[in-house]
């Protein structure tokens, strides 16, 4: 066995004091090629143009981005407070609305202003301290998933749920970084992920740089593959998890469920506590984001499809709690996701701050 925390060296997101340093996934695996934001607005393009991706990811880079608002509010000497950062507040929120790590990071930025004596030095801190708790999350949510998995076993996950996508280590990728670690598993499988191709371009370059063995297979193929044998557990990320345990997920998620159910292949859910979001009840009332038609219609930078073709580009869907194993969070395992189940472990993750929450909401009207 090794150490998990070996496989532990890549960061995307990099706080330097003044800008936000961001390696830009859009251009991953080809070319490793960082960005410098320097405002909230280098911030809101870099999550809207997937720049910097990953539910866990885009809350913190959002989280920083407040930051670098403020920063500016004191280099204009005006005063640094829930009023002067609430556009920021707003814009930010807009950038993208189905991962709920996006608001919920803003709600804690804006809730650190409250009765904050130094109120830049209250930010800064808090926005280290989402980036922080989110990699230890992910170190201990990696333990707990690998402890359910079976020696010698083979496991598929889709998109990317990596280093890329959040503070460090990764949710689902995590878990299968502890279990290549634990000895547990014998062989990963990623689905490239169409259209956007995070799990050709970027779990792929995770695993390989991990020296993790890895295969790539086409999304459509993985299905034949359960049927094979091969696959044991499906583990995959999340972007917000209702009050009942349905998950919205990549696009693609969904039917990796049904396959795996009717395979009797086990599912699981990786994701912090910062993407279970009480206050949605269930996966129905989950926004789902629904991207450029040209993000499909193209490949490689290459129109593909003829002129004239159109596409529909939901870029997530919702898995029913029911097609779900197990959701694993840094607060624990819960076994068949159901309303009791939830809120026994979430009770107290509701909007902390309701005034907030149609505010940072109004992002999105
Ligand atoms: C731990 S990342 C969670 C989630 O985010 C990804 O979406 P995107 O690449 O569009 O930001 C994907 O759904 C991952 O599973």
């Not at 997101?13 to 320097?38: A, G, S, T």
């Not at 607005?41 to 920083?64: E, N, S, T």
Request: net charge negative.
């Amino acid at each position: 066995m090794s150490d998990p925390a070996r496989h532990d060296s890549i960061r995307a997101v990099h706080w330097r004091e003044n800008h936000l340093r961001l390696l830009d996934q859009r251009l991953l695996p080809m070319q490793e090629i960082f960005i410098d934001c320097r405002n909230a607005d280098d911030v809101a393009r870099a999550i809207k143009d997937l720049a910097v991706r990953g539910a866990p990811a885009i809350g913190i880079a959002a989280a920083w981005g407040v930051v670098l608002a403020a920063q500016a509010l004191r280099a204009n000497s005006v005063a640094i407070d829930a009023t002067g950062l609430e556009p920021v507040l707003v814009q930010l929120n807009a950038t993208r609305p189905t991962a709920v790590n996006l608001a919920w990071a803003l709600r804690r930025m804006r809730a650190a202003l409250v009765n904050s004596s130094d109120p830049l030095s209250a930010l800064t801190g808090e926005a280290a301290a989402i980036q922080n708790e989110d990699l230890a999350a992910n170190r201990h949510m990696g333990e707990l998933g690998a402890s359910l998995l079976p020696q010698h076993c083979g496991v598929l996950t889709h998109c990317n749920t990596g280093s890329l996508a959040t503070a460090g280590f990764g949710t689902a990728l995590g878990v299968i970084r502890a279990g290549v670690a634990a000895g547990k598993i014998t062989q990963v499988y990623a689905g490239e992920t169409r259209p956007w191709q995070q799990g050709a371009r970027l779990t792929m370059w995770e695993l390989v740089r991990d020296g993790i063995p890895a295969k790539l297979i086409a999304d459509s193929a993985a299905s034949h593959l359960m049927k094979t044998g091969a696959v044991q557990w499906v583990i995959v990320g999340a972007d917000r998890i209702a009050a009942n345990g349905d998950t919205a997920n990549k696009i693609g998620t969904y039917q990796l469920a049904i396959a795996a159910r009717y395979h009797g292949i086990k599912f699981m859910v990786v994701a912090p506590s910062s993407t279970v979001d009480m206050d949605t009840t269930d996966g129905d009332a989950i926004d789902i984001e629904l991207r450029d038609s040209t993000e499909l219609l193209h490949t490689a930078g290459q129109r593909s499809v003829v002129e004239g073709g159109e596409a529909w580009n939901p870029v997530f869907d919702v898995t029913p709690a029911a097609l779900i194993d197990a959701i694993v969070t840094e607060r624990g395992i819960i076994h068949g996701p159901n309303n009791q189940s939830m809120r026994a472990m979430f009770a107290d993750k509701n909007s902390a701050d309701l005034e907030t929450s149609v505010a940072v909401a109004k992002g999105r009207a």
